[in-house]
């Protein structure tokens, strides 16, 4: 399959404030973001023309940006009509939008007090970030060399550019040995989370999931939790060791990108697509196209 490059599109990318053609959205070489990662992000999802969760995603990209010590120039109003604004531009229904937000090219070292914020958003059609065949036979993780980094060590709770290295790192490691995905440790060796997705596992018919103490507490992790509990699934936050992986019934993961994908195999243990995954999956359905 070839994939149009991200940078080779027709449409409009809405950056500072108007929209720009897609092929003309660009930055300087020398912009902090890129050298010195002080850039963090978005990623939304719209269904049916209407975007889930929309509050919730534009607050956070406002916290990101605030752990990393800059503040977004627009209100959440703002940002919030500029994604819309975007994906009518696109003319898009169902897909997904990147806001992203960087410091820019006034100062190029370690200090960059002064530089400008910058925001962007890019909308396309995305209908499914692990493929249609992982919804039905489940995901192959590798269990991941990278471990999550403590709260000390990174801004852990910011959507920032940055903690991506090492996820990027992993997946491609996963990749190169037939896996789609790797499942990252934290700092303690607690299951942490994916790449770009929280983690759940069933455990005697209930519903755990490790505590977001040093990851995204996913937006996609938090609906479910309450799917899960209008069910009547006990629903359960814990620090979780790799050693309960042979214990686990089902496994799935969450994000917007990802939604909820089954999970088959992680490491050497291997798990059914079982039947609380694929209501969990109808009811998240069913909420995000508005049933
Ligand atoms: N963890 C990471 C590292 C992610 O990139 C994502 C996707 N944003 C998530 C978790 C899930 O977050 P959400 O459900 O808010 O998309």
Redesign the pocket.
Known sequence: MTILPFDDRDGYIWQDGKFVAWRDAKVHILTHGLHYGSCVF??VRAYGGKIFKLRE?TE?LHASAELLGFKIPYTIEELEKAQLDTLAKQNITDGYLRPVAWRGSEMMAISAQTTTIHVAIAAWEWPSYFGNEAKTKGLKLQMAKWARPAPNTAPTAS?AAG??MI?TMSKHAAEADGFHDALMLDYRGYIA??????LFFMFGGEVHTPTPDC??N????M?VMDLARKRGFKVVERHIKPEELKDVEEAFL?????EITPIGVIGEHTYPVGSITKQLMEDYSALVNGA
């Open positions: 978005e990623g995603h956070r959507k903690l991506y996820c989370e994916a790449t770009g997705a929280n990851f995204l996913g937006i996609t992790r609906t969450t994000g917007t990108a990802a």
